[in-house]
């Protein structure tokens, strides 16, 4: 199972053609965030949520898709065990293929951008292919890199959480009338045998 978490390092740190060149990292750099994306594909494949974390920088703030942010490697944490693996979580399965579109390297500072692709089923069974974008920043700090930034959004006007929520309300609204109908059969039934009675 994919998790919410893999979502965001892979985005951050995949070579993928894109559009336009952003300027060339160093080698040094190039390595160095190589050495951030093994480090985080390992330790996902290990389930090793522990050192997931330890790639994140002690203020890193994320926003996830339903809007909510986080502040730092705990609070991350934290929203991981709510939607993915805690007793109520909300999230069955997640599946991605992060596609950077571009990057820029600043000094010490990498900024990334591009689809993350991705597909939830939640624990309700829902289906939903978001295909959320993402913007991501990654800086050194001493002798590595580390995600500082991270924000994923889908779109607010065609999405497939609307067409869920269009969906229930027609169903609700639809049996709601088809019960007034009813009723309101019901009521005129028994007006029209009193008439016809006396």
């Known amino acids: 199972m994919k ?25 040094d750099a190039n390595a ?7 480090g985080l594909v390992s330790s996902f494949k290990k ?8 790639f994140l920088d002690s203020d890193v ?6 809007g909510e942010v986080c502040r730092g490697p705990e609070a991350v944490r934290a929203f991981y065990q709510k939607m993915m693996s ?5 999230v069955r399965e997640i599946q991605s293929e992060p596609e950077v579109l571009g990057r820029q390297l600043h000094g010490e500072t990498a900024v990334s951008w591009g689809n993350l692709h991705d597909h939830f089923v939640l624990t309700d069974g829902s289906d939903l292919p978001l295909n959320s974008v993402f913007t991501s920043t990654i800086a050194r700090r001493g002798d590595k890199w580390l995600v500082t930034g991270f924000h994923a959004s889908v779109n607010a006007f065609d999405n497939p959480v609307l067409g869920l929520a269009t ?13 007034a109908g009813l ?16």
Do not use: M, Y
């Open 86 to 90: 805690g007793e109520k979580r909300i």
């Open 61 to 66: 703030v994320v926003t996830w898709q339903n």
């Open 167 to 179: 969906r229930k309300i027609a169903l609700w609204v639809g049996g709601g009338a088809g019960v």
């Open 3 to 27: 998790s919410l978490l893999l979502v965001l390092f892979l985005a951050l740190v995949v070579n993928s053609p894109g559009q336009g060149n952003p300027p060339a990292a160093t080698d």
């Open 47 to 54: 389930g090793d949520v522990d050192t997931l974390l330890t």
């Open 32 to 38: 160095a965030i190589n050495k951030l994306r093994d």
């Open 183 to 198: 009723l309101l059969g019901w009521v005129l039934a028994r007006v029209l045998q009193k008439k016809s009675a006396s």
